[in-house]
């Protein structure tokens, strides 16, 4: 436990409770994050303007770093809200100046530093095989950095920002989620973020957005009846009517299809379009 004068607790979980160990090396300034080695040898701690790391066995703190003792004429305080000491000995600070950055404790020099945002970054989440790193920030935006290799095939590898990814982002998130601000929040994340399938139950057409295109399908059918959940055989298969594509480089937004199939509407982040089905003659009219 880390607390506000400056000292690390370590305290044993026992039967029943917990039980107070012993206390780690104390120095100035409140503790505002921990983080354990994953073999449980090193502590780092986060501060105002600083982190140490923190040797288990002897108690000692092993090396202290100043986070922008490589940034002139800083005058405000940068706090570290948030950190991570990875198996290979890197750790990873988030902080109130809105950057992720990635220092080797031994050596006590910094190995690489991104500015994700303008606001600052509360929280961050370290997938399971160290290669994905999911971070918070005030304003409730979320971004990923992905560790990639500097050539294709090659062996050198750097942190770079990426695209969010359903597969990349929602596992480390599940896995382990820390969110910490300036008072208590709870989030719930879903994913999708939106619908993706519009069904006109009438016409018994189903519309399918992507992110430059739409596709209208019609059911298939069968003369056939059973129970739930039954898999029965078609006597039409399903038919794709047609493919409308977004004009401009702007991603669809949104999109739907009314109840009696006859019109069809989506949006971007600056227009809304809406079409007239004819599906007699499988064709589309701008209104």
Same mark, same amino acid.
């Given at each position: 436990?880390? $607390?506000?004068?400056?000292?690390?607790?370590?305290?044993?979980?026992?039967?029943?409770?917990?039980? *107070?160990?012993?206390?780690?090396?104390?120095?100035?300034?409140?503790?505002?994050?921990?983080?354990?080695?994953?073999?449980?040898?090193?502590?780092? @701690?986060?501060?105002?303007?600083? *982190? +140490?790391?923190?040797?288990?066995?002897?108690?000692?703190?092993?090396?202290?770093?100043?986070?922008?003792?490589?940034?002139?004429?800083?005058?405000?305080?940068?706090?570290?809200?948030?950190?991570?000491?990875?198996? /290979?000995?890197?750790?990873?600070?988030?902080?109130?100046?809105?950057?992720?950055?990635?220092?080797?404790?031994?050596?006590?020099?910094?190995?690489?530093?991104?500015?994700?945002?303008?606001?600052?970054?509360?929280?961050?989440?370290?997938?399971?095989?160290?290669?994905?790193?999911?971070?918070?920030?005030?304003?409730?935006?979320? &971004?990923?950095?992905?560790?990639?290799?500097?050539?294709?095939?090659?062996?050198?590898? =750097?942190?770079?920002?990426?695209?969010?990814?359903?597969?990349?982002?929602? /596992?480390?998130?599940?896995?382990?989620?820390?969110?910490?601000? &300036?008072?208590?929040?709870?989030?719930?994340?879903?994913?999708?973020?939106? +619908?993706?399938?519009?069904?006109? =139950?009438?016409?018994?057409?189903?519309?399918?957005?992507?992110?430059?295109?739409?596709?209208?399908?019609?059911?298939?059918?069968?003369?056939?009846?059973?129970?739930?959940?039954?898999?029965?055989?078609?006597?039409?298969?399903?038919?794709?009517?047609?493919?409308?594509?977004?004009?401009?480089?702007?991603?669809? &937004?949104?999109? $739907?299809?009314?109840?009696?199939?006859?019109?069809?509407? &989506?949006?971007? @982040?600056? +227009?809304?379009?809406?079409?007239?089905?004819?599906?007699?003659?499988?064709?589309? =009219?701008?209104?």
């Amino acid at each position: 436990i880390g $607390c506000e004068d400056g000292s690390v607790k370590i305290f044993q979980v026992i039967p029943g409770g917990i039980q *107070f160990e012993r206390n780690l090396d104390r120095r100035k300034g409140r503790v505002l994050c921990l983080s354990w080695h994953p073999s449980d040898t090193h502590i780092v @701690a986060g501060s105002i303007d600083v *982190f +140490r790391v923190i040797d288990v066995a002897s108690g000692q703190t092993v090396q202290r770093i100043m986070v922008n003792y490589h940034v002139e004429k800083v005058k405000r305080e940068c706090v570290v809200w948030a950190i991570a000491l990875l198996s /290979r000995g890197t750790v990873v600070t988030a902080d109130s100046f809105g950057r992720v950055q990635f220092w080797d404790w031994q050596q006590g020099t910094l190995a690489e530093s991104h500015t994700v945002s303008t606001s600052a970054v509360l929280s961050l989440a370290v997938a399971e095989k160290e290669d994905s790193i999911v971070v918070g920030t005030s304003t409730g935006a979320t &971004y990923q950095l992905q560790l990639l290799p500097v050539k294709l095939g090659g062996s050198e590898k =750097r942190w770079g920002r990426t695209r969010l990814d359903a597969q990349l982002v929602i /596992r480390p998130l599940m896995e382990k989620v820390q969110k910490k601000g &300036y008072d208590a929040v709870l989030r719930k994340f879903t994913f999708p973020h939106r +619908r993706l399938v519009s069904c006109a =139950r009438k016409a018994r057409l189903l519309l399918f957005q992507f992110s430059q295109h739409l596709e209208l399908w019609r059911l298939g059918s069968t003369r056939e009846t059973g129970k739930d959940g039954e898999v029965l055989p078609l006597c039409r298969m399903p038919e794709h009517l047609v493919q409308l594509k977004s004009k401009g480089p702007e991603h669809i &937004y949104c999109s $739907c299809v009314s109840p009696c199939g006859t019109w069809l509407g &989506y949006s971007t @982040a600056s +227009r809304f379009h809406l079409y007239r089905v004819r599906c007699d003659g499988v064709s589309l =009219r701008k209104v």
